[in-house]
Every structure is written in structure tokens, then in C-alpha cells.
């Protein structure tokens, strides 16, 4: 065995606003991490290099591919993953988001949904006017193999809308 | 799909990563944003035995102008943050730089890849390489004897190879000059793929009226590439088409899987005389 074999790193994460102490080797992904030692499996894995964006999380907030990145590289920074985003007394209450998937049936067999979902709430939080086309070319960093993406974008779209309407009425 | 082992090092300063390179020697390889180096080492690719991870160093998160009006980027500064900084930074002098973002990957790529990391990768088809050797750039290195200052069109010489010697640090790219009539653009069969081909123009033009200009293509050698031929018929005033067919004929491109050497001629020319209606555009 080689050194780098066994080259462990302790890192502290916070992980969806709770600090996380981790003992992982250096070589493993983010979304290893999260979905092996955090056992929040919500963050699904796909193709782990970098192109079908089913391990999109948020790292400070950006949509990032979790596979692209080394938990250790993560220190420091403010990671929300899929299962931030409901919420309620038992945590079960869908997010605007979530809901307007549903609505718009922007999921069919579910597998690449957190990876959307993670990638339009970063979009939204920073291009909360987002028009539809540039909806469009956003999500074409993430692969859906079911829906061919119209309902996605619909959802995307209805979701920051009522978000909109909802801002103007405050 | 799972990367070979390795040891991480986190620098904590340029000199401290310059200082673990020099130490660590040729299996060391520098991590910035790792947007293509990680999936290289997922797919076993690269097994590099170190990694030095540089992501901490601020201080090379920078986007500023200078007195001379050139423009300074730290290497580790995000394609996001390019593609939405101040318009008072890069406009009107460097809004090339801004448009051509979205020919990155896509969105949750560019948070993370880096300028310095793009450059340094030196992938053929890059858009970063392109716009440094089209605007004529100027790359930093910082290695164990101080820091030095390499032209774009001497930094790269193919394939994933640059002139930064093993032991050196990207640490900024410089653009000297304003380039406001410059204009980057590419094709590729999906939006976000890596280009067939590139092509990026930097031209001269007095009160509307083009005098010449510089003309660099990706995708069509080892290394980005300029083009005297297409160049000389913009000194020579000749048309936007008239150039971009010089340089479909100046071009010797290789054929592979994503387009013959054919294909690519006419992407060449299609696309240069895009560029240049594009950097005229008001």
C-alpha cells in the first residue's frame, strides 16, 4: 500500500446548516460523501464525470456537480442539498419548487429531479426574472431521459412567476 | 469511475503552493476549480500521486483594470464570476470577455471552473486559450524564482501542454489592451459540448471603418491558433467574407470523429465571418 492509500482527511461540513465532522479519504467525491458518510441519498449519482448534473447541489449558494469535486474542497463552504428544500413540522411539506414539478409533471421516473431542482433553485435565487429561454438553456446542463424538458422548463417558469407575484403582493 | 488514491495538500498561500510543487515534483498536479481534472481523475485518465489544492488562495480572486487600461484576472476567478461582473469592469473595453461565458459548459460548470485552471488545462478547443492568444494576453506564472510574464501565443504549445514548468503557479492573465470590437463564437452539436470548432476575432475599426485585426481559431490544431492570412485581408480592407474564406484556406484541420477536415473548413468560415459581424455589431 502506498501512502496515498490510506491518506484520510477530517473534514468539517456543513452540510443544509448543520456542521458534519467526516473522516474520508482525500480521493472522495462530495457526493460520495454526502450520499456514503452523511447517508443523505436524496443527491443522486449518475454518470460521476460532470455531464448528466444528477448530483447538482448548492456549494455558497451555485449550482455545482457534486461529482466534480472532492468533499476536502468543500470545507468552508455552505453546501444545501435536495433535502433542504421541503420543510413543515415533519419536513415533508414540498418547497414552490418541488410543487410546481408536481403541477406541471416536470418528473416522470424521478431519477435526475434532485439534480433540477437544486440547479433551478440556484438559478431562480439569482436570475429571479429569468426569462423562459434562458430557462431553457439552463437546464440543458442537466440530462432528463423522460420528460424531453418541456414540463421542466414550465415548472421552472410557473414556479418563478408565482414567486414574482407573490414578491409584488408583499 | 472512482479516482485512484492520492494525497491532498491544501495550500495556504501562492508561496506555500509553489514551495509543495517544487517538493512534491512531476506526480503533483495543481486543483483549482477541478471541473476538468476531476473528471479526468474519475475516469482514471489522470492518477495524479499529489494534489495541491489551491482553491483557498483569495488573493487570486481578482477582476480589476489597470492604469494603462489593461484588465487583470486572478487565475482563480470563476467563468461565473466573469460572465456577471460590474459592467463598469469589463465594459465597453472587455465585454467580449462577458458574452463569450456562455460557451463554457453550462451554468454549474462555470461556478466552479476557473480562468487560471482553463488556461492552464489547455484544452485545444477552450475558450479561454482562444481569447487570450485572439486578444493577445499576457499569463503570470509564479514558480521558486519569482514570477514572469509568457504571451498567450508562446504559452501554448498543444495538447494539454503549456510553458509553465513544473514547478510554477498560474497565477494571472493580463489583456493588455482593450478589444472593443472583439467577438468570440463556436459550434458544437449540443449547447455546452466541447466546440468543433472556435473562433474568436479582435478588430481594429475607426468610426466603423475595420483597418485589420487579429483572427485565432480552436479546434483546429494541438493549440489555438491565429491566422495571417485572414488577418492580412482585413489590413488589406477586404470583406468580412473575403476573410473568413482566408482563413477556411490558410486552415489545415484535422478530421475525427466530430467532423472531417472539410466540415471543419466550413465551420471555419462560417463561423470567422460570424465573429467579425458579430465584434462590429453595435
Redesign the interface.
Known amino acids: 500500500m502506498t501512502d496515498a492509500a490510506t491518506d484520510l482527511q477530517l473534514m468539517t461540513l456543513d452540510v443544509n446548516g448543520e456542521e458534519h465532522e467526516v473522516l474520508a479519504e482525500s480521493r472522495r467525491t462530495l457526493v460520495d460523501v454526502l450520499r456514503h458518510d452523511l447517508r443523505l441519498t436524496g443527491t443522486h449519482v449518475g454518470c460521476e464525470h460532470g455531464i448528466c448534473g444528477a448530483c447538482t447541489v448548492l456549494v455558497d449558494d451555485r449550482p455545482v456537480r457534486a461529482c466534480l469535486m472532492f468533499a476536502a474542497q468543500a470545507e468552508g463552504a455552505r453546501i444545501r442539498t435536495v433535502e433542504s428544500l421541503s420543510d413543515g413540522t415533519d419536513g415533508c411539506e414540498l418547497s414552490d419548487l418541488q410543487q410546481a414539478f408536481s403541477a406541471h409533471h416536470g418528473l416522470q421516473c424521478g431519477f435526475c429531479t434532485p439534480g433540477f431542482l437544486m440547479l433551478a433553485e440556484g438559478f431562480l435565487a439569482e436570475r429571479p426574472d429569468a426569462s423562459k429561454e434562458e430557462i431553457r438553456e439552463v437546464v440543458a446542463a442537466n440530462l432528463c431521459r423522460c420528460t424531453g424538458y418541456q414540463t421542466i422548463v414550465e415548472a421552472i417558469d410557473g414556479c418563478a412567476a408565482a414567486r414574482r407575484r407573490a414578491g409584488k403582493e408583499k | ?8 495538500h ?1 495550500a495556504r498561500s501562492t508561496e506555500d503552493a509553489t514551495r509543495l510543487l517544487a517538493e512534491l515534483g512531476a506526480d503533483a498536479k495543481v ?1 483549482a476549480g ?2 476538468s481534472l ?2 479526468m ?3 482514471r485518465l489522470a492518477r495524479p ?3 495541491v ?1 489551491i ?2 488562495l483569495r488573493a487570486l480572486d481578482h477582476l480589476h483594470t489597470d492604469a494603462d487600461g489593461g484588465l487583470h484576472i486572478g487565475a482563480l476567478t470563476t467563468h ?1 464570476t466573469v460572465e ?1 461582473a460590474p459592467p463598469d469592469v469589463l465594459e465597453p473595453g472587455f465585454g467580449v470577455l462577458r458574452r463569450a461565458m ?1 460557451w463554457i ?5 462555470r ?2 471552473g476557473t480562468v487560471g485552471g482553463s488556461l492552464a488545462h489547455a484544452d485545444a478547443t477552450a475558450e479561454w486559450c482562444l481569447l487570450a492568444v485572439a486578444l493577445g494576453a499576457e499569463l503570470v506564472a509564479e514558480g521558486p524564482h519569482g514570477r514572469r510574464r509568457i504571451r498567450a501565443e508562446d504559452f501554448f504549445f498543444g495538447y494539454y501542454t503549456t510553458a509553465l514548468d513544473p514547478g510554477e503557479l498560474l497565477v494571472e492573465v493580463v489583456f493588455p489592451r482593450p478589444a472593443p470590437h472583439a467577438a468570440l463564437t463556436e459550434f458544437a452539436e ?3 459540448d466541447f466546440a468543433i470548432v472556435a473562433a474568436a476575432v479582435d478588430l481594429d475599426a475607426e468610426d466603423g471603418t475595420v483597418r485589420g485585426g487579429r483572427v485565432a481559431l480552436g479546434g483546429v490544431a494541438p493549440a489555438p491558433v491565429r491566422v495571417p492570412e485572414a488577418e492580412a485581408v482585413l489590413a488589406g480592407g477586404g470583406t468580412f467574407a473575403e476573410c473568413a474564406a482566408a482563413a477556411a484556406d490558410a486552415s489545415d484541420p484535422p478530421g475525427d470523429a466530430n467532423g472531417s477536415p472539410e466540415y471543419r473548413r466550413h465551420l471555419i468560415r462560417t463561423l470567422v465571418q460570424r465573429a467579425c459581424e458579430e465584434a462590429m455589431a453595435p
Do not use: C, E, S, W
Open positions: 469511475m472512482k479516482p485512484a488514491p492520492f494525497r491532498y491544501r486543483i477541478g471541473q476531476v473528471a481523475m474519475n475516469y500521486a499529489h494534489l489544492d482553491g483557498g461565473h456577471t456562455r459548459g453550462h451554468l454549474p460548470i461556478t466552479r449540443r449547447q455546452g
